[in-house]
């Protein structure tokens, strides 16, 4: 019984900087793992990252980190994703997800509707 709505995305230049969000609906949500995915034109899910419920540990995919960081704020019943220095290849739609567990984030059954990222070279 939850519902994430990602917000956030837009067009960016090489170097820059964006914030995601995604919130849920529902009071479950600080029972969960949360996890960022992306997806480009032409090519399949990409993990990005994940945090668990208590808001660590966090893991990221090796493409991102360094320079993106995820965080959430149970009170809020949100999750972030601060990305910084921005690069063409981060261009996607990011979707978050949540899972009972980090280990199972994959498998995740429930998903946003995904907003788009654009960086310029």
């Known amino acids: 019984q939850v519902q994430l709505v990602e917000s956030g995305g837009g067009l960016v230049q090489r170097g820059g900087s964006l914030r995601l969000s995604c919130s849920a609906s529902g009071r479950t949500f600080s029972t969960y793992a949360m996890g960022w995915f992306r997806q480009a034109p032409g090519k399949e899910r990409e993990f990005v990252a994940v945090i668990s419920w208590s808001g660590g540990p966090t893991y990221y995919a090796d493409s991102v980190k360094g320079r993106f960081t995820i965080s959430r704020d149970n009170a809020e019943n949100t999750v972030y994703l601060q990305m910084n220095s921005l690069k063409p290849d981060d261009t996607a739609v990011y979707y978050c997800?949540?899972?009972?567990?980090?280990?199972?984030?994959?498998?995740?059954?429930?998903w946003g509707q995904g907003t788009q990222v654009t960086v310029s070279s």
């Open positions: 997800a949540a899972a009972p567990t980090i280990r199972t984030i994959q498998e995740a059954n429930y």
